[in-house]
């Protein structure tokens, strides 16, 4: 690009907010916007002349060598726009999470340019109160992220949905650092291990005399939260008695304590997480349709471990690096250990990665972990499926697929006592999907006690 060009083209980008370079065929960044000097803290100079993979990802070769998706490879192949979530550094070597918007630029004398418009989302090591970050780079994390992103920016309800184990907390505490929220409470209520008898009392506070034992006022998680968060963790546990109650607080954020006649007043922000199907609890009366309404603000999907496999590693490596020791101050795995994590589909998710790991470092004499020490629980899915392929149909046949579908669910709920969510999990399948598959087997009263 010469000299006449570059300053009609910068007098064009410096125009955006956003961050914006302009890229060539080869990946040199010719032109850089003011807004993305400043962000990343570089000059000029440091810029221009750069090719775009090594400014932006540390790395010697273009982002799709790497397996990642590639803008630049896609804009110049189709002459179209597109947008891509990365992971980009600055001058200081700091990780954040960016949407990528790319789109074809011409220049006066027709050259092909690639426009990138960069958002940035979030520092990869956002961090919550107990010091534990988000940490993945898969696309569906990098998906995930940036609607934890803008929950942030907004006061709207959130929803968190996702299997035990998948980090629904961490996520809560997550957007609450992110918003204006931030310098006030974030209090979480556990609905599955609160007892109802206590709950109210619990979420409202209570006045002196309000019951028996009662020996004096307590303030309730909700006035607790005033001007902050509160996170309603496992919410379709919450007792139906008190759902009512719950959703007129959230409507008018006015309400008594127990044995109290003075009408109190809180201003939070409600989030919910839950791993289980509300839609269906709501079309079985077990969940309010208003309530779930007035919590699904903004639903947000954690994905399960085995969704972002390539997230494994880095997280291996993150939750080691919590475990070190003064008598142990670093563990390292193995190739062999890393490769017997990758194959596991981990129905526990985070927190059975978490244990696995505990348990391997405890086995570990030297820091080094090897794949004898990596000890996974053996789950439905690795033994039913062994003992299925030894079947036979009394001829001496191989028996058919949908025989050995059936003869796995019904020992699934047996197992499970019939409950329908957790064998659904466990075959990677809705729970309606699993309630068509169950009737066309005859199997709707297995496991049941009823």
Not at 131 to 138: D, E, K, T
Not at 144 to 152: I, P
Request: with cysteine.
């Amino acid at each position: 690009m010469d000299k006449t060009i570059a300053v009609e083209a910068q007098s064009l980008i410096d125009a955006q907010d956003s961050p914006f370079v302009l890229i060539d065929k080869d990946y040199n960044i010719v032109a850089a916007n003011r807004a993305y000097q400043q962000a990343y803290g570089m000059a000029e100079q440091q810029i221009v002349g750069h090719k775009c993979h090594q400014l932006s990802h540390h790395s010697a070769v273009p982002c799709h060598e790497n397996g990642e998706e590639c803008p630049h490879r896609h804009v110049f192949s189709t002459r179209e726009t597109y947008q891509v979530l990365h992971i980009h550094y600055d001058a200081s070597g700091r990780s954040e999470h960016v949407r990528i918007k790319g789109a074809p630029v011409f220049g006066p004398d027709g050259t092909f340019y690639l426009g990138e418009t960069i958002i940035r989302l979030a520092q990869v090591d956002a961090r919550g109160r107990q010091g534990q970050a988000m940490v993945g780079r898969s696309r569906a994390f990098l998906s995930c992220m940036e609607v934890l992103t803008r929950a942030g920016d907004s006061d709207a309800p959130l929803m968190l949905c996702g299997e035990s184990g998948v980090g629904k907390d961490l996520a809560a505490e997550y957007v609450h650092h992110r918003s204006a929220r931030s310098d006030k409470g974030f209090i979480m209520v556990d609905c599955s291990a609160v007892a109802e008898s206590v709950f109210e009392s619990e979420l409202f506070g209570h006045e002196r005399g309000a019951f028996t034992g009662c020996i004096g006022r307590r303030r309730g998680l909700f006035e607790q939260a005033d001007g902050g968060t509160l996170f309603f963790n496992e919410i379709g546990d919450l007792p139906q008695s008190l759902q009512g109650r719950l959703l007129q607080a959230m409507e008018t954020g006015r309400f008594r304590r127990v044995g109290g006649r003075e009408l109190l007043s809180a201003n939070v922000r409600i989030i919910c997480a839950t791993g289980k199907n509300l839609r269906h609890k709501v079309a079985s009366r077990q969940f309010r349709a208003d309530l779930y309404y007035r919590i699904a603000g903004i639903i947000c999907e954690i994905p399960p471990l085995r969704q972002r496999r390539s997230d494994i590693p880095e997280l291996a490596n993150t939750l080691l690096r919590r475990m070190a020791t003064s008598s142990t101050p670093s563990y390292r795995l193995t190739d062999e250990a890393m490769e017997k994590l990758l194959r596991h589909d981990y129905p526990g998710n985070i927190r059975e990665l978490g244990h696995i790991l505990q348990r391997g470092a405890s086995l570990s004499t030297n820091g080094i972990i090897t794949a004898r020490e990596i000890h996974m629980e053996t789950t439905p899915s690795a033994t039913s499926i062994d003992a299925l392929l030894d079947l036979a149909d009394g001829s001496g046949t191989e028996p058919s697929i949908k025989r050995l579908e059936s003869t796995y669910m019904a020992e699934l709920l047996a197992e499970h006592n019939g409950k329908r969510a957790t064998v659904a999990r466990i075959l990677g399948i809705s729970e309606r999907t699993l309630y068509r598959k169950l009737k066309q087997y005859g199997l709707e009263s297995v496991g049941r006690s009823d």
